[in-house]
């Protein structure tokens, strides 16, 4: 009798227009659920998507996307919300979660630092992805990496969140981390 496929669940997190929602949909072999709302007037002032966004809606549970990696494992991607008042979330989208990827936009270097804190808060391994932009702020993985602090133990790549192979790529630094932790701790 074929065992079913071991689930495996992995975080998406950064501040709000990070691109979050984009990345889940770039991998996910389903159509990603999305709970994107529109942005109403009350956000103006409130939530800033950066430099030429055209952003207008907001994700306010979450984002789910799947992965079949093969007939053993299923890759489960939960994308949080970007802002803080939809925090309270993240307990419940981390529980049982092996990893994350922090996304950064390398012109707000500073949205980022709530989802590192609580990663590093909760000890869930990540990997720092920096997500290009058109029209943006750009930085080397270096000048990321110092600007956000992060232990040099974690892992910072670079992105574009609309690639499938780019967020591939993140997701399986992530996966040679959670690995990696996991052969150390026996």
């Known amino acids: 009798m074929k065992r079913p496929p071991i689930p495996v669940k992995i975080l998406v997190s950064g501040g709000f227009g990070v691109g979050k929602t984009t990345t889940v949909g770039a991998l996910s ?4 659920l999305s ?3 529109a ?3 009350a956000s103006v002032g409130v939530d800033y998507a950066g430099e030429a966004s055209e952003k207008t809606t907001t994700t306010v549970a979450m984002d789910f996307g799947r992965v079949t990696i093969d007939d053993s494992i299923v890759l489960y991607m939960f994308g949080t919300p970007g802002q803080d008042r939809f925090g309270f979330m993240w307990n419940d989208l981390a529980d049982g979660a092996l990893g994350g990827i922090v996304l950064v936009d390398p012109s707000r270097i500073d949205d980022c630092f709530v989802a590192l804190d609580y990663f590093e808060k ?3 391994p990540f990997v720092l992805a920096v997500n290009s932009f058109a ?3 750009q930085l080397t ?3 990321v990496r110092a ?6 133990a974690v892992p910072v790549v670079a992105l ?3 690639r499938r192979e780019d967020v591939k790529r993140a997701v399986l630094t992530l996966l040679q981390l959670i690995l990696s932790r996991a052969r150390s701790a026996r």
């Open 39 to 41: 942005m109403t007037s």
């Open 122 to 124: 909760i000890g869930l």
């Open 160 to 162: 574009d969140a609309r």
């Open 29 to 32: 072999e389903i159509e990603p």
């Open 141 to 143: 993985l270096d000048q």
């Open 135 to 137: 029209g943006r702020t």
């Open 35 to 37: 709970t994107e709302a």
């Open 147 to 152: 600007a956000a602090n992060v232990d040099p």
